[in-house]
């Protein structure tokens, strides 16, 4: 890689519902936050990559921000949609063609399921007609399988979720601050089985920025930049399960999550042992136990004495969703990705607080995952 | 006997003597796709034979939509409470596994491994009273 990239600024805003502010709103509080921390003016910003799904155009923060005529360029890449962002980012930053950059995601989206419509997704309206245009399906056929073939138990699934939820209690940007204990996770209504109400997240509302400048001139910024190791997306390949699937080829191939973590170890020179803490994608507990071994973070079917011997907890040996994840923050779609990026920057600065974990972390890795099967991981040092 | 139609006519043929769905197979590589395929997503042959797939099956997965999914795309209520459903993936010997409704008694249960065949119900009515008529399998035979 030519040019090495730094995060030098980062902003929030708390996840969850915010009545009173629209995404895009949201979004413009997270990027003052972002400036503010590093110490810049919107008018040093050379270039921005950002996005939202349902939230209006990511470019018109302009009129929010300052009218001084940078490129910014809108990404719609789903659940990846942050990665992208990010990755675009870098490679502007490689190239030369820019120095200092905005990255920011944010959404709104209503309550309730997303609702799709199948020809968005190159399906016949047939598919949404026999009931199968829903992402909570796959998730739970997914795991379903996973669980027969690798000995996974209900057990586990709930113990990703109370996880979550005690982590989203020490995260003041989290939207469900309150523990949930096992037998209530256990106990609560069977949505998609073996998925219950508390192991799912929900669409929510959220924003995040980040500001990139090349690694050599991240001093003037910051005394604590966070360097880019990697940052990729990929798209499914012929063989492996995917939302909005009608069929399935019977041979198994490596999933989109593999292919995307497999580049990104190779980019970053590294590997999975090398990983103090991770964030990835939990849209519902059983997501956060394949993605597991799809990270490479552990072999198939060893989740089950891992989260039984709290190995994932924020004091373990690989924590795993230390703000909570989706489970505790919800899915505003533009914004997830960069979330996990955010979480990352705190606790390899070692700013996260009363959820800082323990041993200070050197590389932290995140992932994202949505329809139609794409993946994006990146890899970040301290 | 009102009229009926398929939910897609390119899925299956209704009303038929003996009705199957449509897969098409590459000319080049042989990759089974479903619902018919313009182009293979195994080797991007364009050349793509259509042809009726197997009626026998295993399953490999499945799940039970619990809560009404949003309408449209899932076909309104008219008033009826909504009815839970299973759907699974169902493994056809030698083909592929295809997304389908799952159709028990009350005296069945899914388990993965399970011998299946196919099967049609009508989904809904329209609005002129059209029966519309979607694919699924149900247990049949040893089910081990
Ligand atoms: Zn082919």
Redesign the pocket.
């Known amino acids: 890689m030519s040019t090495d990239v730094a995060i030098i600024g980062l902003g929030i805003h708390p996840f969850g519902r915010t009545p009173d502010k629209t995404g895009l709103q949201q979004c413009a509080i997270a990027v003052s936050d972002a400036l503010k921390e590093a110490n810049v003016a919107w008018n040093d910003v050379d270039f921005a990559f950002g996005g939202s799904t349902d939230a209006g155009n990511a470019d018109t923060l302009v009129s929010e921000l300052g009218l001084t005529g940078i490129p910014f360029m809108n990404v719609a890449n789903g659940c990846a949609t942050g990665g992208s962002a990010l990755a675009a980012a870098c490679n502007t930053i490689r190239s030369g063609a820019g120095k200092l950059g905005l990255v920011c995601g944010f959404d709104k989206h209503a309550r309730g399921a997303f609702k799709v419509n199948p020809k968005e997704w190159g399906l016949g309206n047939w598919y949404g007609e026999e009931g199968f245009a829903l992402t909570t399906q796959f998730f739970a056929m997914k795991i379903q399988r996973y669980m027969h073939d690798y000995g996974i138990t209900e057990m586990t699934l709930a113990r990703v979720a109370e996880k979550a939820f005690r982590n989203g209690a020490l995260n003041p940007n989290a939207w469900r601050k309150t523990p949930i204990s096992i037998d209530e996770i256990l106990t609560s209504q069977m949505v998609n089985d073996p998925l219950r109400k508390y192991m799912f997240c929900s669409p929510s509302e959220g924003a995040v920025a980040l500001l990139v400048c090349p690694a050599s001139d991240a001093e003037k910024y910051t005394k604590t930049p966070i360097f880019v190791a990697s940052c990729l997306m990929r798209t499914r390949r012929f063989g492996t399960l995917e939302v909005f699937s009608p069929s399935k080829a019977i041979e198994d191939q490596k999933t989109v999550t593999q292919d995307a973590s497999k580049a990104a170890y190779e980019e970053a020179g590294i590997g999975p042992g090398d990983i103090d803490v991770a964030q990835i994608q939990d849209t519902e507990s059983g997501a956060e136990i394949m993605h597991m071994a799809e990270n490479g973070l552990c072999e198939d079917g060893e989740q089950e004495h891992m989260l039984a011997q709290g190995e994932t907890d924020l004091d373990g040996k690989l924590p795993i969703n230390t703000d909570g994840g989706c489970i505790a923050n919800g899915e505003p779609i533009g914004a997830s990705g960069l979330r996990q990026v955010h979480e990352l920057c705190l606790q390899l600065r070692g700013t996260a607080g009363s959820r800082q974990v323990k041993a200070s972390p050197k590389t932290g890795y995140a992932q994202v995952y949505g329809a139609p099967g794409v993946s994006g991981v990146t890899i970040l040092n301290s | 006997m009102p009229n009926q139609k398929p939910v897609d006519a390119n899925l299956f043929d209704w009303p038929a003597s003996s009705p199957r769905l449509w897969g098409s197979r ?6 089974v796709s479903f619902p018919v395929a313009q182009r ?6 364009d050349e ?1 034979d259509r042809f009726h797939l197997s009626t026998e099956g295993i399953l490999w997965s499945w799940t039970v939509q619990r809560f009404p999914p949003a309408s449209p795309p899932f076909p309104p209520s008219d008033g009826n409470p909504f009815e839970p459903f299973t759907l699974g993936y169902v493994e056809l010997p030698g083909e592929v596994r295809v997304i389908s409704r799952l159709f028990y008694n009350a005296q069945q249960t899914p388990h993965i491994g399970q011998n299946l065949k196919l099967a049609f119900e009508q989904l809904y009515c329209d609005a002129d009273g059209t029966e519309i008529i979607g694919y699924g399998f149900t247990p049949h035979g040893d089910t081990k």
């Open positions: 590459c000319a080049l590589c042989g990759n293979c997503s195994r080797c991007s042959h793509q």
